[in-house]
């Protein structure tokens, strides 16, 4: 459950945006891969999600589960390939589908570790159409993506490639799978995908990673996992910098990177931007935070037992609180 997302909700402060998110591989094997189930649906109606995968019946399995559920949203999975060109490619099906790739699986590599074979060694190909994000958000007429989640076996690279005009243009936040080893014959690495988004203008905040160990070895180690191989990584645009573009530089897109900031597990990133948006626009209604800061640290009672005066930020937006929560501050 957000701590700021929900209170913005509540107070009305998210009917002034529409949030929209795009998953590139948005196969859903488990709950919480449901974008709802994360929090997004706090944004509804003013919500867009689109998801992509090559597998057309996994698109029609969600897009029927969607229509059951009645949902209050615009949500649609399309049956595409993204890549970063238009054209024909090769689609390794893996074992598990869930693994399949435009890159070959790299099978002796594989073998080398425990619990990953069986899953990713190659059971047939076919060819498919690739298009890019790009040329799907032209055809749509899509203006605008804020957040871009992409999970492709090693293609992640070439589908943010083909994505360079919506990136540059309107995304705040990625989500992207990485590979630490070649999982797949010659697919690009972290440090890749790494440089290419610190060359659009993202900053790395967290990265998670599944280990294995040696299939070979009957021993293992009682103070590491064995050898990273893959994971995730989250990027966002630090849009409280100076040197920030002014296509960017906007409280409608600062607002909605606290929002995604905090569902992607960043609270402190959250309130920091809230109060640069309270201190900055303020003045504005549509851009006072100071309530729902106060309404967010309230949450916690061993920080209310310090006393809300105690801590920096609420004395530099104090003046902006009203209501019940300047009734609060009174009382502390």
């Known amino acids: 459950m957000s701590l700021f997302v929900s209170s913005l909700k509540k107070s009305g402060h998210l009917d002034q945006i529409h949030m929209a998110l795009c998953h590139v591989g948005s196969r859903k094997l488990i709950n919480q891969d449901d974008f709802a189930s994360q929090g997004w649906d706090l944004f509804a109606p003013r919500l867009s999600i689109y998801g992509f995968d090559a597998d057309a019946d996994a698109c029609d399995q969600a897009n029927a589960e969607l229509e059951a559920r009645q949902i209050n949203w615009n949500e649609k999975h399309i049956p595409l390939a993204l890549w970063k060109s238009v054209g024909e490619s090769t689609l390794y099906v893996t074992h598990d589908p869930m693994c399949s790739s435009l890159y070959p699986p790299n099978e002796p590599y594989l073998a080398r570790f425990s619990e990953v074979a069986e899953?990713?060694?190659?059971?047939?190909?076919?060819?498919?159409?690739?298009?890019?994000?790009?040329?799907?958000?032209?055809?749509?007429?899509?203006?605008?993506?804020?957040?871009?989640?992409?999970?492709?076996?090693?293609?992640?690279?070439?589908?943010?490639?083909?994505?360079?005009?919506?990136?540059?243009?309107?995304?705040?936040?990625?989500k992207v799978e990485v590979l630490f080893s070649p999982l797949y014959v010659d697919s690009p690495l972290f440090a890749d995908i790494d440089t290419y988004l610190r060359e659009q203008g993202f900053s790395l905040f967290t990265l998670t990673a599944a280990s294995r160990y040696r299939a070979r070895s009957p021993i293992i180690s009682t103070v590491r996992n064995g050898q990273i191989l893959w994971g995730d990584a989250i990027y966002?645009?630090?849009?409280?910098?100076?040197?920030?573009?002014?296509?960017?530089?906007?409280?409608?897109?600062?607002?909605?990177?606290?929002?995604?900031?905090?569902?992607?597990?960043?609270p402190d990133y959250t309130m920091e931007i809230l109060e640069y948006l309270t201190l900055n626009y303020g003045t504005d209604p549509q851009y006072n935070f100071a309530n729902n800061i106060i309404e967010g640290i309230s949450q916690f009672p061993e920080l209310v037992k310090q006393g809300f005066n105690s801590f920096p930020i609420i004395q530099r937006i104090r003046d902006y609180a009203s209501g019940d929560a300047a009734d609060l501050l009174e009382n502390r």
């Not at 799907?136 to 492709?152: N, P, S, W, Y």
């Not at 966002?236 to 992607?264: G, V, W, Y």
């Open 236 to 266: 966002f645009r630090d849009l409280i910098q100076e040197n920030i573009s002014p296509n960017f530089k906007t409280p409608e897109h600062i607002l909605k990177l606290a929002c995604i900031a905090e569902l992607m597990g960043f």
């Open 119 to 174: 899953f990713m060694n190659l059971n047939f190909t076919v060819e498919i159409e690739t298009t890019t994000l790009d040329d799907f958000c032209k055809a749509q007429k899509i203006e605008e993506i804020d957040f871009l989640q992409t999970d492709v076996q090693g293609a992640d690279l070439q589908v943010l490639q083909g994505a360079s005009e919506i990136l540059s243009r309107s995304i705040l936040g990625v």
